[in-house]
Structures are given as structure tokens and as C-alpha cells.
């Protein structure tokens, strides 16, 4: 999104979450000889433990933006969405397939606390995933609105099958 639409009222959030991605979202860390059992109970756990977090932090920046606003947030019906994964200095970077799969908790949060009217790609769509090198690691999520009809993936595919 440039800066000339965020002058027009456009609406940002910037939610930091204080955790890592747990290793068990990504199926490189896998043992070769583990169940698929084993694996749903692994992953299970692991979103539990980002879901409460992503929960908390999100409230937090929404209650934030109200503050400083003045005003109640509204769902955004379109939004873009941005992740910048912090990894500590030791930490092996992901693919961002897996980043991009492990996150769909993420999505499910921002409907959950109203973030977001909805996680289909009608309403939502990923700008990109970025990795940075920190201390400590944090997920970095950035939520911009965007006009519903036209700058979501389904505007832009409609708008593409027209000009075509």
C-alpha cells in the first residue's frame, strides 16, 4: 500500500507478539519416524500456545488504536497483512511456505477479535514475510486497510479477467 492511500483515513495496526514460532509448526523439524498422531498433537499444542498469545497482543493493539483514536475500530472488510518473523542470533530462518502455513492462527485472531470482518482471500490478502534478526523473537504483524472491491486478491483477479 502506498503512503497516498494511507492519507486517505486508511486504518493500520501493528500487533508484536513475544514469542517464537514453535519449531513444531514446521514440518523440516519433524522427526522422519514420527506418526501422524503424534504430529496433530504436537501442532495442536503449539497453535494453542500462539493462538492465547496472538489473542492477548492483538486485543492489546486494537484497545491501543481506540485510545489514541477516540473512536471503536471497526472490522476492516478488506486488509492486507504483513508478517516479519524476529529470530534470534541462532535461530535457522524458515521457508516461507511453512511461515506462511504456521501463521494462518494469525488470521483466525484477527477475525476473532474483530480485526478483520474475514480470513478468505475476498478479505484478506499477504503483502509479504520478512525475516529480521533480533535478541529476543517476536512475530511482527502489520494489518492495513484496503478498499474491499478493489485492492483484495478477488478485486484484482476480477479486475484482470475484465481487462483481459
Not at 508484536?16 to 522427526?31: G, Q, R, S, V
Not at 517476536?138 to 478485486?155: A, D, M, N, P, R
Request: aromatic share 6%; charged share 30%.
Amino acid at each position: 500500500m502506498d503512503n497516498s492511500s494511507l492519507a486517505k483515513n486508511m486504518r493500520e495496526l501493528l500487533i508484536k507478539i513475544p514469542t517464537a514460532i514453535p519449531k513444531e509448526l514446521n514440518p523440516n523439524w519433524w522427526p522422519k519416524n514420527i506418526t501422524d498422531a503424534a504430529i496433530r498433537g504436537l501442532k495442536a499444542r503449539a497453535i494453542g500456545h500462539l493462538h492465547e498469545f496472538t489473542l492477548v497482543y492483538a486485543m492489546d493493539a486494537r484497545n491501543r488504536w481506540e485510545r489514541v483514536n477516540g473512536q471503536k475500530w471497526e472490522a476492516l472488510p478488506g486488509a492486507r497483512l504483513e508478517a516479519t518473523i524476529i529470530l534470534p542470533p541462532r535461530a535457522k530462518r524458515w521457508d516461507s511456505t511453512n511461515i506462511r502455513s504456521a501463521l494462518k492462527y494469525a488470521e483466525d485472531c484477527l477475525v476473532r477479535t474483530e480485526i478483520i470482518v474475514d480470513d478468505s482471500p475476498e478479505h484478506v490478502e499477504w503483502a509479504e514475510m520478512k525475516f529480521a534478526r533480533g535478541p529476543e523473537p517476536e512475530i511482527w504483524l502489520k494489518i492495513q486497510e484496503v478498499e474491499h472491491e478493489q485492492g483484495t486478491v478477488k478485486g484484482r483477479m476480477e479486475r484482470d479477467e475484465r481487462d483481459a
